[in-house]
């Protein structure tokens, strides 16, 4: 009996180690889950708009003189242009400032001349005047163009309004300001062509309506007068 009892015991202690008695081991706690946080939208960003690569630019303008010596004056003259008339001349005006300024033709001083062959056709010094003859207002790091004319004619010894115009051929224009950076272009000049002749119609007879002739009513026939009565 106690050998039964002592396997009995034997056998219920190692069931007891096997199976860790009678304790039921512990549940692993689980992680509840999260939620995720909901994403922020993302916003596209517009394109921004491209137009033939222009650029709005606020030009900045000021009544300050401009000192003629910082100035650059570039000539250009259209091609296509006659004599026996204006000619039409830009100016590509340009400053050295950091400031805005604006260029009068008092302040400029600006001396032109026109020549052919080196043989000078106008000069501003003769004529005392200049091809500027408006203010232009010029911002720093940027140009201006100002349109002038030429009146077409030779300055001559005094620049009278008689001086003939230039002939057709080809021309250097010179200009600069006082003390500034000169420009030199060159140029021609076509021939204009002479206007069209009109001749004037000759002058017609209008024809003497003949009295004989039919259809023209005769002069009337005056009455002869009263025989004077005997005295």
């Excluded at 005006?93 to 080196?118: H, R």
């Excluded at 940027?142 to 309004?161: D, E, F, I």
């Amino acid at each position: 009996m106690l050998l039964l009892a002592l396997v009995i015991a034997l056998a219920w202690g190692i069931l007891q180690l096997t199976t860790g008695g009678d304790d039921k081991p512990e549940a692993t706690p689980t992680k509840a889950p999260t939620k995720a946080a909901p994403a922020t939208p993302t916003v596209p960003t517009a394109p921004v708009p491209k137009v033939n690569g222009l650029v709005d630019v606020a030009l900045v303008r000021a009544n300050r003189p401009c000192d003629p010596v910082k100035i650059r004056v570039t000539p250009t003259v259209r091609p296509g242009q006659l004599n026996k008339g204006p000619v039409d001349v830009g100016l590509v005006v340009s400053s050295t400032e950091e400031q805005a300024c604006t260029l009068t033709p008092e302040d400029a001083d600006a001396i032109a001349v026109i020549s052919a062959n080196g043989t000078a056709i106008w000069d501003s010094t003769v004529c005392k005047t200049s091809l500027l003859t408006a203010p232009v207002a010029i911002s720093p790091q940027w140009a201006t163009l100002a349109t002038v004319q030429w009146s077409g004619r030779g300055s001559g010894a005094q620049c009278s309004a008689s001086e003939g115009f230039a002939t057709p051929g080809k021309y250097t224009l010179q200009i600069g300001t006082l003390g500034g950076e000169p420009g030199k272009t060159t140029f021609t000049l076509d021939a204009r062509p002479a206007p069209p002749k009109v001749e004037a119609p000759a002058p017609t007879a209008e024809p003497v309506p003949d009295p004989a002739s039919p259809g023209v009513p005769a002069a009337p026939a005056v009455p002869a007068a009263p025989p004077a009565p005997a005295g």
